[in-house]
């Protein structure tokens, strides 16, 4: 049984998607579950259709419908042919129409709720899930077209929708194991969901291998494969360092870390359903199938030295300083201020105290005011902007003796400044701040240092 996880620019076309179609068919005669993401493109022109009639604009938000119909049925034609392709045409009209009605609705109401925005942004995978499922279909192969909102069964938060995982497993049990059961293929979407309502949800963007790890951890899935467009998780970002290494095997908790911190190749929760069973998840290339890719697995090899796995770096960080002299030998400060953070519902990234100062970044600045206000009744408060967090990542550097010295050496022979160092919470990462424009540089020097040609 495999779950095999396909992102938007793996189906952005009828080029793609045919890619696609011969991917899965390497995979029979194994039980597959295909989980779509929409079109490359699309939820973003969903989003800018619910603005624009937010915003007044009716003409503009229908215009922007015309153009997703238009753009699917144009993959269709060229995809598919005869009664499929009259079959799925006629289907993404009546979605596209559906679409319609709801822009009107909001338009005469005068108000976009979250739940109407959700609703809106669902309709990117229930489209590109229409059309790949009838090019199975086209290929004589058994397979159905299964709606995600079944099964992904979430609470109301819409926009960020939390899956309620004991009613998922039932559902799971009850609706698609019996149709993996009578089918070679079901192919499902990512990213949405329903109330037990029965209203739709998403739970964020990204979250369609989150889906993917869901749905494969209760259907006790052999491998999850998330395919997109790069060939694994990598050394750094190639796009940094162009001569950035495949990594073929990496630990959970490592790829967790990347993902958290700027590896883009895949959603940081995607991880956790996997890790609870033990699950590889394989990231793979859609555009270059036949490239090994990066394995995933709990641990990242018995009796292997692990230590420098990739160097990742998270841009546009705001650094808060607070500094007290009521912290000194005092108990609850630092309750009192992750709970204003905690008010916000504001991440935190990384934490370095002293005696009478603690030092905080997030990633970006909303409600940064209100917070500022708060904090400034606890201690003295100093922002710094335009700041950028840079992750070494390996296992087992705790326990090795002089990395965090190449690490440091490294960087002061290059002349780059630390500001901030958060280190010994994990034994997989060494973590610091350094003005952003020293970012990129940072993770030259420090993949030369361990990574060296």
């Not at 993917?212 to 750094?236: K, R």
């Not at 555009?287 to 230590?307: A, C, F, H, L, N």
Request: hydrophobic share 45%.
């Amino acid at each position: 049984m495999l779950v095999m996880k396909f992102g938007g620019t793996s189906v952005e076309d009828a080029t793609a998607m045919q890619r696609v179609v011969e991917i899965v068919k390497r995979e029979l005669p194994n039980k597959i579950l295909v989980v779509l993401s929409a079109c490359s493109g699309v939820t973003n022109e969903l989003i800018r259709t619910a603005h624009s009639v937010r915003d007044g604009s009716e003409k503009s938000a229908l215009e922007i419908v015309d153009y997703i119909q238009s753009r699917h049925k144009t993959i269709a034609e060229e995809l598919l042919k005869d009664l499929f392709l009259e079959k799925v045409s006629l289907q993404i009209d009546v979605l596209c129409n559906e679409i319609r009605n709801i822009v009107r609705g909001v338009n005469l109401l005068g108000e976009l709720t979250s739940r109407s925005m959700d609703t809106i942004t669902s309709y990117g995978e229930r489209l590109s899930t229409l059309i790949f499922n009838a090019a199975l279909e086209q290929e004589s192969i058994s397979t159905l077209l299964f709606d995600a909102r079944k099964i992904m069964v979430t609470d109301a938060t819409f926009g960020s929708a939390q899956p309620v995982f004991e009613k998922i497993k039932l559902n799971v049990d009850k609706y698609l194991k019996p149709a993996i059961e009578k089918n070679s293929i079901v192919v499902t979407q990512g990213f949405i969901g329903a109330t037990e309502e029965g209203f739709t949800t998403t739970i964020g963007r990204g979250g369609s291998d989150y889906s993917a790890a869901i749905f494969g951890a209760f259907l006790d899935a052999e491998v999850i494969q998330i395919w997109t467009d790069v060939d694994g998780m990598m050394t750094a970002d190639p796009r940094i360092v162009p001569d950035a290494k495949l990594i073929d095997v990496i630990s959970f908790d490592e790829a967790a870390e990347l993902a958290y911190f700027g590896a883009k190749v895949l959603h940081p929760n995607t991880i956790l359903p996997a890790v609870d069973k033990n699950i590889p998840v394989k990231i793979l290339n859609s555009r270059q199938p036949d490239v090994s890719g990066t394995i995933i697995i709990k641990e990242s090899g018995k009796g292997q030295v692990s230590i420098v796995k990739s160097i990742a770096s998270k841009k546009n960080i705001i650094v808060i300083n607070v500094s007290s002299s009521r912290m000194f030998l005092a108990y609850g400060f630092l309750a009192k201020l992750f709970a204003i953070f905690a008010n916000y519902k504001k991440s935190v990234d990384v934490v370095s105290t002293s005696e009478v100062s603690v030092s905080v970044t997030i990633d970006n600045d909303t409600d940064l005011s209100e917070i500022e206000k708060q904090l400034k009744e606890i201690g003295d408060i100093r922002i710094e902007r335009n700041k950028a967090i840079v992750c070494v990542v390996g296992k087992g550097m705790k326990k090795t003796s002089g990395i965090a010295a190449r690490v440091f050496t490294a960087l002061a022979k290059a002349e780059i400044n630390i500001e901030m160092i958060s280190e010994g919470a994990s034994e997989i990462n060494i973590t610091f701040v350094v003005d952003q424009n020293y970012a990129d540089e940072a993770v030259r020097v420090l993949h030369r240092e361990f990574f060296p040609n």
